[in-house]
Structure formats: C-alpha cells, structure tokens
C-alpha cells in the first residue's frame, strides 16, 4: 500500500505486479467530469506542472510528433513558436498539447497566456 500511495502522489500513476500474470495498472485522472479540457490558443506557453522523467526510454514510446514537441516546452515559447522551430503544423502541436497526446487533460501541462494581464512589459530598444 505505500508503494501504492507513494507512487500515486508523485507520479500519477502506479503499476504493481500482483502476481505472475496479473500486473494491476493505476492512473491518477482529473477531475474534469465529462468536460472538454480547454482549448489551446497558438499564443499559449505550455509549462510542466508535475516533476516527469524524461529519459530516452520514455521518449521512444512515444510518436514521433510527441517527441519533437516535449523536448520543446521549456514555460518560455507559446505553441505557435515551438511548431515553427520544430517545423509542424500549429494545428497538430496544439492538439498533441492539449488531449491527443493529454499532456494537458492528464496535468502534466499548464497553459499560460503569452501576456498577461498581471504582467509588466518594457521596451528595451533594440535587441541584441
């Protein structure tokens, strides 16, 4: 149980081999109810919220789309800038961020507007 409770609470998710053919599989999901996770506009940063491991095994299973985007979300560039540096479509990137890939459904990804209202921009002239 506190593999359970421990895997659960850092991860979202836990797999525990009950016995030799049995493997039980536990997925934390949010709690959306039925409701359509919200749309992602081209100007939106993705940012992780929740700590993943990112190693090359993990990159493999996934697709190919999947795996030129993830490397790409840094909470700096919006969704329209990531699809221009990794040349794909902004259609398909937002769809991989929002629920084809759940990155987003899943709360593995925040989306944060570009600008904000709370923030303070300056001009510094020209950049270098």
Not at 9 to 36: A, F, H, I, Q
Not at 49 to 73: E, F, G, N, P
């Amino acid at each position: 149980m506190s593999k359970v409770f421990t895997d659960l609470n850092t991860c979202g998710e836990c797999v525990l081999p009950v016995t030799e053919l049995t493997t039980l599989y536990l997925k934390l999901c949010p709690s959306y109810r039925g409701v359509e996770p919200p749309k992602v506009n081209l100007y939106m940063v993705p940012m992780f919220i929740r700590a993943t491991q990112l190693t090359s095994a993990v990159i493999d299973k996934m697709d190919v789309l999947s795996q030129k985007i993830i490397s790409k979300i840094d909470g700096i560039r919006c969704v329209k800038e990531n699809s221009t540096e990794v040349e794909i479509d902004a259609d398909l990137v937002m769809s991989c961020v929002r629920c084809k890939q759940n990155l987003h459904f899943y709360e593995y990804v925040s989306l944060v507007p570009l600008f904000l209202y709370s923030n303070t921009y300056v001009d510094y002239g020209e950049a270098p």
